[in-house]
Structure formats: C-alpha cells, structure tokens
Nanobody
Framework: QVQLVESGGGLVQAGGSLRLSCAAS????????MGWFRQAPGKEREFVAA???????YYADSVKGRFTISRDNAKSTVYLQMNNLKPEDTAVYYC?????????????????WGQGTQVTVSS
C-alpha cells in the first residue's frame, strides 16, 4: 500500500513562492510516475505537473515557466516549486502516483492520492 503525505502549503502574496513536498511511503518514488493536481472551489480537478521514471516532466500551460517538479530518489519525495504565484493558483494541491503507464493529465489514471494541501495566493 502506498501512502502519500504532502506538506508545504500556506498563504502567500501574489508574486511569492512556495514549495510543496510529497513523501511516498511503501514504494520507491523513482519507479513510478508522480505528479500534482489541484482543485479550486467550484472547479474540477486540474492537472498541474508530473514526472516520469526517467526524469521527464510535463506541465500544464497555466504553470509552465513558473512551477518546477523534481524528485529526491533517496527520500522518495517529489517537490513542486511554485514561483511567481498568482491568485488563480489558489487551490487544494494533491500529490498523485501512478504505478503503471506514463504521464497522464487524466486524474482517473492515478491510483494513489495524498490528502491535499491548501495553497492560497492573495492579491
């Protein structure tokens, strides 16, 4: 069984930065696709970024150039560095893991989810 534990959310002013962390227990993070989704109030869950086994990355257009996903294999931890944050980035951010296939932007293709961490960006 895989457990994903997120940390690092909080309140930040527009233009600021936050780094989210996701520690994966029960599996070696480098062996799987891991990523981040987010969900704002009243909106559907939205793909943010993902990282595959070979280190390849994929980003949503809305965060490209501002967010960076990375992984520390020794710690089985994935990070999401978020810079130049905007009020529209406000959402609950979820860490995800997929133990089959490649990167996908479809939330139904990820079979493990963290509990979520709130990110609030004030204007």
């Amino acid at each position: 069984q895989v457990q994903l534990v997120e940390s690092g959310g909080g309140l930040v002013q527009a233009g600021g930065s936050l780094r989210l962390s996701c520690a994966a227990s029960g599996r070696t993070a480098s062996m799987y696709v891991m990523g981040w989704f987010r969900q704002a109030p009243g909106k559907e869950r939205e793909f943010v970024a993902a990282l595959n086994r070979s280190g390849g990355t994929y980003y949503a257009d809305s965060v490209k150039g501002r967010f960076t996903i990375s992984r520390d294999n020794a710690k089985s931890t994935v990070y999401l560095q978020m810079n130049n944050l905007k009020p529209e980035d406000t959402a609950v951010y979820y860490c995800v893991l997929r133990d089959y296939g490649g990167i996908s932007t479809n939330p139904y293709n990820y079979n493990y989810w963290g509990q979520g961490t709130q990110v609030t960006v004030s204007s």
